[in-house]
């Protein structure tokens, strides 16, 4: 996307979105408040880091990205922005629906000033609909959307996960309508409006709970870390405890436990730990659906869960990949980023930072090209780092810039 340029608006809603287009070479420029972005003080927070560059979320969104400030509160700065607007391809707001509209600096006073415009407007419901206006966080759209009620376990409330996802599943929607709004725009030369609804964005990630009320007429429920099967009910774990942490395992029965789980009682006959019903089981005609849970736990669940707490997530990994036996480590960050396979792709990358008086490891491109089309262009922009050069650009000079800033409108 060389060539192209974005101008970015908006809080953390936004911020996935220009970094995607920043990683595939467009120019990012992203417009706070003179005082900062919002997003600048989300955490987790560096220590030792003075604000507003301490968060490392900003530090991990903003890559490749130049900075500059603006207050589009003042008449001023919406003139200096349309000016900035006619240089730009593709214009990011959000949240939504409507706010460079309510300034004076909607789609058609952009449009009047560059034709060919894009904006993209990450929204948390979309422009229309009863829903339209209401103001939304992460655990709002996650619980409309359905996500929230299948996740957690089946005998407590629902949980969420502690990272805000919503924003980062719009971001990609966000990035992708851009690019394909910018391929149309080279066809016809036109421009359009782009508007994602966050909702719409999550519930996509829970179509299989949607799909199975399409297809059956049923409600996905709660599984938790166990899975029961019908038509007893009898639950066997998913998630187990091992010496270090938890790893994944499901003891299939029929023919899709056929190889990992007679390779699993032969792991633990070696050491010992497989009883003699164990190892005369029949896999391939196990029915675990009609195995009473009080004989599954005796027979199955118990031995294995012995089995797994005597060793450590990366034995089982290694071992279970060399003996075919289908279980895997359950990663915190930690585990994350020690991961093997990841390093050998080189999906870290090593980046300086001017507030920061060690190198930050963040994540690297989404995907790899021969020819590094999508790369982490540069660390994230501290505040205002490019007012002088972007301005200038625009035909404002070092004394109209300082006269700006002493008015608080950069």
């Known amino acids: 996307m060389t060539g192209y340029r974005v101008l970015e608006l908006g809080g953390q809603e936004s911020l996935f979105a220009g970094k995607l287009l920043a990683d595939l070479g467009a120019t990012v420029i992203k417009v706070e408040p003179p005082d900062g972005d919002p997003a600048r003080l989300l955490g987790p927070l560096a220590p030792g880091v003075a604000a507003p560059e301490a968060s490392l979320l900003w530090q991990s969104l ?5 900075g500059v400030t ?26 939504g629906p409507g706010g460079l509209a309510e300034l004076g600096l909607g789609y058609e006073t952009l449009c009047q000033a560059r034709p060919e ?6 929204t948390p419901f979309g422009d229309s609909g009863p829903y339209r206006d ?7 759209i996650w619980a409309l959307s359905g996500l929230l009620y299948i996740c957690g376990d089946p005998d407590r409330p629902p949980v969420r996960i502690s990272l805000p996802q919503c924003w980062l599943h719009a971001g990609a929607d966000a990035a992708t309508g851009a690019a394909l709004a910018l391929f149309h725009r080279g066809r016809t030369g036109r421009g359009q409006r782009v508007v994602v609804s966050a909702m719409r964005s999550l519930e996509r990630a829970a179509y299989s709970s949607r799909i199975l009320w399409d297809a059956m007429g049923k409600v996905m429920r709660r599984q938790g870390g166990g899975l029961p099967i019908q038509p007893l009910g009898t639950t066997l774990p998913i998630v187990w405890p091992c010496a270090d942490g938890h790893v994944v395992f499901y003891i299939f ?3 899709m436990g056929m190889i990992s789980n007679p390779a699993l009682a032969a792991w633990m006959d070696e050491e010992g730990l497989a009883p003699e019903e164990m190892k005369s089981l029949d896999w391939p005609s196990l029915d ?13 669940v118990e031995p294995v869960a012995a089995f797994f707490a005597r060793h450590t ?8 990949v060399r003996r075919r036996v289908m279980v895997y480590p359950i990663n915190d960050a930690a585990g994350v980023l020690a991961d093997a396979h990841l390093a050998q792709r080189g999906f870290w990358v090593k980046m300086a930072h001017p507030a920061h008086a060690q190198e930050l490891t963040l994540p690297g491109p989404f995907v790899r090209t021969e020819e590094g089309l999508c790369r982490v262009r540069g660390p ?6 490019h007012n002088g050069e972007v301005y200038a650009a625009l035909g404002l000079d070092q004394a109209g810039l300082a006269a700006m800033g002493r008015e608080g409108v950069i």
């Open 70 to 95: 603006l207050d589009l509160g003042r008449r001023q700065g919406r003139e200096l922005f349309l000016r900035l607007a006619v240089t730009a391809d593709v214009v990011i707001e959000g949240p």
């Open 253 to 255: 029965g029929g023919q």
């Open 134 to 140: 209401y103001a939304a966080d992460d655990l709002v």
């Open 62 to 66: 903003n890559t490749g990205k130049q």
């Open 380 to 385: 994230a922009p501290t505040l205002g780092r």
């Open 117 to 122: 415009l894009i904006l993209v407007s990450i």
């Open 288 to 300: 675990l659906g009609r195995m009473p849970q009080e004989e599954a736990d005796r027979r199955l």
């Open 313 to 320: 997530q990366a034995e089982l990994w290694e071992q279970g």
